[in-house]
């Protein structure tokens, strides 16, 4: 089993609709978890930190967390063709970072 | 505010050689890690430093080594290349101090090995 899974995609979604990205962690030690977005050929930017259960919402983005369930999930409201990219879900584990292999969304306008 | 940089941008090197990638963190930051990115795949970590010591090294081999100096900028160096080498060098880096675990990455280093 793979430490950090994610969907591969590509996921389409329509410009205005809510995008959903999930992520689910092997190691019960996590304690925190980030969201970051790669566009194509550039390097990840971070998006959204997470470190609680429930949701923590910045903007058009919300993260929702579930240590009992070992998921992650990434909501991005009023999507924009801007955010078309790869999302990328990393856990940190004693300090170290380990990250899923990204899934590639693709806003439709 | 400055944020992580990287050099050089892109490098072509031949099987064997041995190559130094440099970063700069962002101000404010102390601890640097450094990733590599094959094509289509999350980073993958190898290293961090902080007060020029490494803390924790991912599953790479020793070819891959690196440095700190006082100034919290570092080095990456990888020895006898490989083609499987070639990829994505990330440098992240954040506030060891402090409740924040949040990595900023620079833009990378785009090694090509022929």
Redesign the interface.
Known sequence: QKE?EQNSGPLSVPEGAIASLNCTYSDRGSQ?F?W?RQYSG?????IM?IYSNGDKEDGRFTAQLNKASQYVSLLIRDSQPSDSATY?C?V?V?????????TRLTIIP | DAGVTQSPTHLIKTRGQQVTLRCSPKSGHDTVSWYQQALGQGPQFIFQYYEEEERQRGNFPDRFSGHQFPNYSSELNVNALLLGDSALYLCASSPLTGNSYEQYFGPGTRLTVT
């Open positions: 950090v925190s980030f970051y550039k390097s990840p930017e971070l930190s990328l990393a940190m004693y300090e170290k970072l380990t990250f899923g292999t990204g």
